[in-house]
């Protein structure tokens, strides 16, 4: 497969992944507001500005409208929701004859709805906006695993889609679990119930998570289930078990598995997941575990680009 192929096919999954899990953060923060007290709104709006990576131009008022405008709609802003849906479907065009009919129909019907929607269209219905953009994430996924052949693309589609759901959901645990304590007033145990539930659906985990714990939210087993169940598709084990899968088939299909760094990062990411245990993580170091995590899955990305994507030339001449 020509690299400039692998490259669009890995990114379009990626913008996808992305674009779903902002749509997320942003329809959970804006539904669970009336029950939460103003001290916990704020702390809610800044865990998804760290979540999301963003840094709020000092211009836009923290207005839900304006900051809901901002991470859905701005064409100026490169975390929005409409520029990854935007980015996702310019990756698509550029490989249209290997991605089936349904799947192009799919990713242009998203893409047409995000562009047609503004703020003044959705609020008030954001819930409906936000559902369509997951719905239509899912649909493409859905089609995308029926309409394609199990080959090369499909597993840097894969790729693309696990390592975007890790790295996302290991920065929101480290958010929640292994930042320290800010100065800010303790919470009610109403908001403090609020904010591990709103993690759940953040990961759409909370009837998965009730049915294998309880409704009873603890901390401990919220981050066990988030982070080392090797069953439920958004936690982080499962999501390295996926990466590694794709790795391996990549690397058999193109005869690289001597000396592949991309391989020995994806083992190590899901040999440190497979061996833990959440409790000794908690009272020992979780920021710097969380830590190693996301840096294993910069250097599955950076190990992708340098063996199959931006390697030298000179490497394929000998």
Same mark, same amino acid.
């Given at each position: 497969?020509?690299?400039? &192929?692998?490259?669009?096919?890995?990114?379009? +999954?990626?913008?996808?992944?992305?674009?779903?899990?902002? %749509?997320?953060?942003?329809?959970?923060?804006?539904?669970?507001?009336?029950?939460?007290?103003?001290?916990?709104?704020?702390?809610?709006?800044?865990?998804?500005f %760290?979540?999301?990576?963003?840094?709020?131009?000092? $211009?836009?008022?923290?207005?839900?409208?304006?900051?809901?405008?901002?991470?859905a709609?701005?064409?100026? /802003?490169?975390?929005?929701?409409?520029?990854?849906?935007t980015a996702?479907?310019?990756?698509?065009?550029?490989?249209?004859? *290997? &991605?089936?009919?349904?799947?192009?129909?799919?990713?242009?019907?998203l893409?047409?709805?995000?562009?047609? $929607?503004?703020?003044?269209?959705?609020?008030?219905?954001?819930?409906?906006?936000?559902?369509?953009?997951?719905?239509?994430?899912?649909?493409?996924?859905?089609?995308?695993? +029926?309409t394609?052949?199990?080959?090369?693309?499909?597993?840097?589609?894969? *790729?693309?889609?696990?390592?975007?759901?890790?790295?996302?959901? $290991?920065?929101?645990l480290?958010i929640?679990?292994?930042?320290? $304590?800010?100065?800010?007033?303790?919470?009610?145990?109403?908001? &403090?119930?609020?904010?591990?539930?709103?993690?759940?659906?953040?990961?759409?985990?909370?009837?998965?998570?009730?049915?294998?714990?309880?409704?009873?939210?603890?901390?401990?087993?919220v981050?066990?289930?988030?982070?080392? /169940?090797?069953?439920?598709?958004?936690?982080?084990?499962?999501?390295?078990?996926?990466?590694?899968?794709?790795?391996?088939?990549?690397?058999?299909?193109?005869?690289?598995?001597? /000396?592949?760094?991309?391989?020995?990062?994806?083992?190590?990411?899901?040999?440190?997941?497979?061996?833990?245990?959440?409790?000794?993580?908690?009272? %020992?170091?979780l920021?710097?575990? *969380?830590?190693e995590v996301?840096?294993?899955?910069?250097?599955?990305?950076?190990? *992708?680009?340098?063996?199959?994507?931006?390697?030298? &030339?000179?490497?394929?001449?000998?």
């Open positions: 497969m020509l690299s400039r &192929v692998a490259d669009h096919l890995y990114w379009m +999954s990626r913008y996808l992944e992305r674009g779903q899990h902002t %749509a997320r953060l942003l329809d959970v923060t804006l539904d669970m507001i009336p029950d939460r007290s103003a001290v916990a709104v704020a702390r809610s709006w800044d865990r998804l %760290a979540a999301l990576h963003v840094s709020l131009p000092p $211009a836009i008022p923290r207005r839900p409208r304006l900051l809901t405008n901002f991470l709609f701005d064409p100026d /802003n490169e975390l929005s929701i409409v520029h990854h849906i996702s479907r310019d990756n698509a065009r550029q490989v249209r004859e *290997l &991605v089936s009919s349904e799947m192009w129909e799919q990713i242009n019907r893409y047409l709805e995000v562009r047609r $929607a503004n703020i003044g269209k959705i609020w008030g219905q954001s819930s409906d906006f936000f559902y369509a953009v997951k719905q239509g994430a899912h649909l493409f996924q859905g089609i995308t695993d +029926s394609m052949d199990r080959g090369e693309g499909w597993h840097y589609i894969q *790729l693309g889609q696990y390592l975007e759901r890790a790295t996302n959901v $290991a920065s929101l480290d929640y679990l292994g930042q320290p $304590a800010s100065a800010a007033p303790p919470l009610h145990a109403t908001d &403090v119930y609020l904010e591990w539930l709103g993690l759940l659906r953040s990961c759409t985990a909370f009837e998965a998570y009730c049915k294998v714990y309880s409704a009873e939210l603890r901390p401990d087993e981050a066990e289930f988030l982070l080392l /169940n090797d069953t439920f598709p958004f936690s982080v084990n499962f999501a390295a078990t996926q990466i590694r899968a794709a790795v391996a088939e990549i690397a058999d299909r193109t005869d690289t598995r001597k /000396n592949n760094p991309l391989l020995r990062s994806a083992g190590r990411l899901k040999a440190m997941l497979d061996y833990q245990e959440i409790g000794q993580l908690l009272s %020992a170091d920021p710097g575990y *969380l830590g996301q840096g294993l899955g910069e250097s599955i990305h950076q190990g *992708l680009h340098q063996t199959y994507i931006a390697y030298p &030339v000179e490497e394929k001449l000998v």
